[in-house]
């Protein structure tokens, strides 16, 4: 298997990166009250050490009293937390490394089990997390601002503390996704409507406001799926030209590079064509985009927090379809989050000590 072309370098405004191997972000829940520590912060390292192109942190939220539904997630906000945060940036980037937080409001969400609940509702389009689940409060048009705002601070944050990129999670039934989801956006003023494109006006704001804030040099990504935790079937764009007025308006807001979350990387988006669903948005906006989904693993992420394990997978499909120019650079999450090294044992040939992944891998900081 000749990985060679994964190894080529990557430059697009403030991102220069060593290779097209981006590790994805995933929820830790290992900061205390919002703060991450110096345990956060040599994971991310250990990961630079191994050699990972671009660096994602997992969602870190921003500042709105209810846009976190676990108190050990990380907050992108306060003193304290932003500390926690220089500090990972100055480890990465001492590792070689390269990194963007992916900055997050969760909106309506379950309660956490543990029994703990932010200091305010939690805020969403509607009061609806998915199809007959009412868990908080629709926004007005004052929170809608602010909460523009408080993503565009957070960019800025990001900014300042020297982070590569940043990352807006827009995708997987949380706020901004809320918003694009016809089901839970049940709005009838300018940030409803009927078609996705409509919708989408959160979503655009907020990716104008960190652009606003960032300027035109620093590279902005946006997370997106189709698929919801509720549904794993849905397609918010159900054709083609659907998707391409969906994610045009968003690429002419300013984003750089589209993070398209799938199940399984291999999957077709529509019929008639093989190409996934970073395939359809490269060739639809001419934007660089982020493959994910299961690579490198057999299995896919979701059954792995059922308990489900997996084992090492090739990667020939990937690169058939990297090498054919379907996307530019390649998220792997559990595979990376079970071993550091994973990068390095495929860049060398190491591929018989490669790690399968277990739900015991969930629960320390590697």
Excluded at 69 to 93: M, R, S
Excluded at 267 to 285: I, P, S
Excluded at 324 to 350: E, N, Q, S, T
Aim: hydrophobic share 40%.
């Amino acid at each position: 298997m000749d990985t060679t072309t994964l190894f080529k370098p990557f430059q697009l405004k403030s991102l220069n990166l060593k290779n097209r191997i981006v590790m994805a972000p995933m929820t830790r829940s290992f900061s205390p009250n919002g703060i991450p520590t110096a345990e956060v912060a040599r994971y991310y390292a250990k990961r630079a050490a191994g050699e990972v192109g671009l660096i994602l942190s997992e969602g870190t939220v921003i500042d709105r009293a209810s846009s976190s539904a676990d108190p050990n997630i990380p907050h992108f906000y306060g003193q304290q937390a932003l500390a926690g945060w220089q500090q990972v940036i100055e480890e990465v980037h001492a590792a070689g490394g390269s990194m963007a937080p992916q900055i997050w409001h969760q909106g309506i969400m379950d309660n956490h089990h543990s029994g703990w609940l932010p200091p305010m509702p939690f805020e969403g389009p509607s009061e609806f997390n998915r199809p007959g689940f009412a868990n908080g409060v629709a926004m007005t048009e004052a929170d809608i601002e602010a909460t523009i705002l408080a993503f565009g601070r957070a960019a800025a944050d990001a900014k300042r503390l020297g982070f590569d990129s940043v990352e807006i999670h827009g995708a997987h039934g949380y706020l901004i996704d809320q918003f694009f989801w016809e089901a839970t956006n049940t709005r009838t003023d300018g940030y409803g409507g009927k078609t996705l494109v409509e919708r989408s006006r959160f979503a655009v704001e907020v990716v104008k406001e960190v652009r606003r804030q960032v300027g035109n040099d620093f590279a902005i990504i946006l997370r997106l799926s189709q698929w919801k935790p509720a549904d794993y079937g849905n397609k918010l764009a159900k054709t083609p030209q659907e998707m391409e007025a969906w994610l045009q308006r968003l690429a002419d807001a300013g984003v750089d590079i589209f993070h398209c979350s799938q199940r399984r990387f291999w999957d077709a988006e529509f019929e008639g064509a093989d190409l996934n669903f970073a395939g359809w948005a490269k060739k639809l906006t001419g934007k660089a985009t982020i493959t994910v989904g299961s690579v490198g693993l057999s299995g896919e992420f979701l059954a792995a927090f059922r308990g489900e394990s997996s084992v090492p997978s090739g990667l020939d499909e990937l690169l058939r379809r990297f090498d054919r120019g379907d996307f530019d650079l390649v998220g792997v999450g559990r595979a990376l989050l079970a071993d550091p090294d994973w990068l390095l044992k495929i860049k060398l040939g190491r591929a018989d000590e490669l790690r399968g992944f277990t739900k015991e891998a969930l629960a320390e900081l590697v």
